[in-house]
């Protein structure tokens, strides 16, 4: 066991591991492509559904459901059918990650949003506010903290599952997970896996800084 994480560590370290196209450097832009790309495109989708349904209160049910729907998709197997459908090219992986991010950010977005005080939303209709404003101005702050959350949420799982991109012959750090397990390198397997969750790690933490800095500074202007 000590000699298998001595090699890790020389396998992580080492010099030639971070040139050339198969180079850590070069997996982890491409990992991260995938992972940002695909979390910006389910929170255009996801973030207008959970808004508009917490705003007005109409179909959340049916939101929900689907959202758990989603969640509940084979993501292998979602790959390979888009796959066999779209043909070699990377539309199978941004759907299937995106299908899996979805959910985590409609659930947070209308949980934030039906948290709003009802007191509060009529106090801003009260003072004249409209539909828009009480939205934009009053529920989406309040909201922002559980909204930040699925936004976290789905990005770890999408970087933890970024690594099917090396099933249908993309890269990314899956790509050392694959091609260890073909070539029975079990330094290699590990290696991608500690890089997957050393990314997820760093990612989240960014997050989490930058929802305290907008924190701060929300407080600070309404100070």
């Known amino acids: 066991m000590y000699e298998l994480f001595t090699d890790l560590g020389s396998w992580l370290v080492g010099s030639q591991q971070w040139t050339g196209g198969d180079g850590i450097g070069h997996r982890l832009a491409e990992h991260l492509q995938y992972s940002l790309i695909a979390t910006l495109i389910a929170a255009a989708i996801a973030l207008p559904v959970g808004l508009l349904i917490g705003h007005t209160g109409r179909g959340a049910f049916l939101a929900i459901n689907l959202s758990s729907f989603g969640r509940a998709l084979p993501t292998v197997g979602l790959v390979v059918l888009v796959f066999l459908a779209s043909g070699l090219s990377m539309t199978p992986v941004y759907v299937a990650l995106v299908a899996l991010a979805v ?3 409609v659930t947070n977005t209308y949980a934030g ?3 709003v005080d009802p007191e509060v939303r009529d106090a801003a209709r009260g003072q004249g506010m409209r539909g828009h404003q009480v939205l934009l101005q009053v529920e989406l702050p309040l909201a922002l903290p559980l909204i930040m959350t699925g936004l976290r949420l789905a990005l770890i799982q999408v970087v933890s599952t970024a690594t099917i ?3 249908v012959s993309f890269g990314g750090l899956g790509r050392y997970v ?6 029975r390198d079990l330094v290699q397997v590990l290696g991608g896996a500690v890089l997957v969750a050393v990314l997820a790690v760093a990612l989240d933490l960014a997050l989490a800084g930058l929802q305290r800095f907008l924190f701060r500074h929300r407080r600070g202007a309404t100070a």
Do not use: E, K, V, W
């Not at 694959?178 to 070539?183: I, P, R």
């Open 103 to 105: 959910p985590a950010i």
């Open 113 to 115: 949003m039906s948290a």
């Open 165 to 167: 991109a090396a099933y």
């Open 178 to 183: 694959f091609d260890g397990l073909a070539q």
